[in-house]
């Protein structure tokens, strides 16, 4: 094969893959986009070359699909766009690993099993890699299919796990019938034709037995304030309280709104150190009969002994403190202010991975608008408000599957999501993250509500549908019901079983042909 041709295979596996994402309502498409990959790798050989392909492969399909993820379109912060550009530049060896896995186990046992067990090994990948300091599992198969809404319902089962295991055994499956197809008689090409066409239709036949539940209705006030997410960290403590006064609406008992809701970071200090704004903030909510869930600067002080990498030192008390991404749930007929700290941060946006080890790292990578050195949550809170218990999440934590359906599994009813996207401009990237929101309100049966600082901000239903999104950009308040579900789904209470299958698997086939390998030849 000429290297034209390879080149062009690999860029075309490269855009396909890439081009599936959302804002594109095409993701089916990712059924297909590796059978070119497949047929390259049939003509590679040495080391060398294969990596370079699949670099270039993994690389095109990151630009494609996460050429928003450095901020490069407003071009306001080097620090953000240099993590982007390390990001792009990281992906795709992460993205090729079980291709190498598929290689290795075609060449110690043969091509049939590995292209067998390869849907498993690919599904092991995309789980081991959210265990990772560097993890950003936004790229999974299973991400490419939030606009297959009859595809995707049976995912309450499996986890979204099962719908990237479903997209790459098409891959197989039509890549294997491809270079067979001058080997079969009419008849074995109807059947393989008929075996592909009843795999690609099978889940649209699957009917979920769950019922929404419309008795505990809770009214939510989503404010999307559209602060600009660089100039909100620098006035001091007094302005930022006038801001945060200003970007309330008057709150009003006559609009019986349960919980208003303010994205990640709104306020960015501790409020709750600070006696009269708490005092005051909670006197607005009583006289408005209503609660407030924000997003807040958690503050922890420690003494030296205490104090962990990535603490900061104020030298006038001689103590260090702790900074933590957080949310408080402020509920005036209630004493105690419940609060969640991030658990999840974003690789090097958030925290430096294995900050405990290059702790020399910190100040000199430190973002200069001073956010990216948190500290890390340790405890899933399960917030309450009368009758029904939910949880709040951070930003980039809703793209973990399991690690959302652990809440629901302690109990949570409904779920809210803080975050703000605005640092990604009107891209791709607020678009996604939006749209994924939709896989874990399938998963976990739950209703989702979304506050983003900029957009978007949502209400998604338990069976995935959009109930109403705001634009980018607007400052605006979205007004709408959600409801409690007590019920728990199979993948809520059981998790990844799925994946875990896979990992079994791709261990006891890998391990075989080692042996195969080595041990009978």
């Not at 270039?56 to 630009?63: H, N, Q, Y």
């Not at 749209?435 to 509500?449: C, G, P, Q, Y």
Request: hydrophobic share 45%; charged share 20%.
């Amino acid at each position: 094969m000429s290297l034209h041709k390879k080149v062009f295979l690999s860029l075309l596996t490269g855009i396909l893959f890439g081009i599936s994402f959302p804002p594109n309502q095409f993701g089916i498409i990712s059924c297909i986009a590796f059978v070119p990959l497949f047929i390259l790798l049939d003509n590679l050989n040495g080391f060398k070359s294969t990596i370079r392909f699949l670099y270039l492969t993994f690389f095109t399909a990151s630009i494609f699909a996460l050429y928003w993820v450095g901020g490069f379109t407003h071009h306001k912060d080097i620090y953000l766009m240099l993590a982007g550009a390390s990001l792009l530049f990281f992906q795709p060896f992460v993205l090729m690993l079980p291709f190498w896995i598929y290689i290795l186990i075609s060449k110690w046992n043969n091509k049939n099993v590995a292209l067998l067990f390869f849907p498993a090994i690919a599904v092991t990948f995309e789980w081991l890699y959210t265990f990772s300091e560097f993890a950003f599992p936004w790229m999974l198969l299973g991400n490419t299919l939030t606009y297959e809404f009859d595809k995707i319902q049976f995912i309450e089962i499996t986890g979204v796990y099962a719908l990237s295991f479903w997209v790459m055994s098409l891959n197989v499956l039509i890549y294997y019938f491809l270079i067979n197809l001058s080997n079969y008689n009419f008849k074995k090409k109807l059947k393989f034709k008929f075996a592909i066409l009843f795999i690609f239709f099978a889940p649209n036949f699957y009917k979920s037995d769950f019922s929404p539940n419309y008795k505990n209705e809770i009214k939510v006030g989503i404010i999307q304030p559209n602060i600009d997410p660089w100039e909100k960290w620098s006035p001091a403590i007094d302005d930022r309280w006038n801001d945060l006064i200003s970007i309330l609406p008057n709150l009003n008992k006559s609009d019986s709104i349960d919980i208003y809701i303010l994205p990640e970071s709104a306020i960015t200090y501790d409020l709750l150190k600070f006696d009269f704004m708490k005092y005051n903030l909670s006197s607005m909510l009583e006289d408005a009969n209503s609660t407030l869930l924000s997003g807040f600067v958690k503050v922890q002080y420690q003494n030296k002994n205490e104090a962990t990498v990535t603490s900061n030192y104020i030298e006038s008390l001689n103590k260090y403190y702790e900074s933590y991404n957080s949310i408080f749930y402020l509920n005036p007929k209630n004493s105690e202010v419940e609060t969640y700290s991030k658990i999840r941060l974003v690789p090097f946006a958030e925290r430096i991975p294995f900050a405990e080890t290059f702790s020399f790292l910190i100040k000199p990578i430190a973002w200069g608008i001073g956010i990216s050195n948190w500290g890390k949550g340790k405890d899933t809170t399960i917030f309450k408000f009368k009758d029904s218990r939910f949880a709040s999440l951070v930003c980039y934590e809703s793209i973990f599957p399991e690690f959302i359906s652990k809440f629901v599994k302690k109990g949570a009813e409904f779920i809210i999501i803080v975050t703000n996207d605005s640092w990604y401009d009107d891209s791709a990237g607020p678009i996604q993250h939006n749209r994924f929101a939709i896989l874990r309100a399938i998963e976990n049966r739950r209703w989702i509500v979304r506050c983003a600082n900029g957009g978007i901000s949502s209400i998604i239903s338990p069976k995935g549908e959009i109930i109403s999104q705001t634009k980018m950009f607007d400052k605006t308040i979205l007004k709408g019901n959600i409801y409690s579900e007590k019920n728990q789904t199979f993948y809520s209470k059981h998790g990844d079983w799925f994946v875990y299958s896979s990992v079994i698997i791709s261990i006891l086939v890998l391990l075989f042909s080692f042996i195969k390998k080595y041990f009978h030849d």
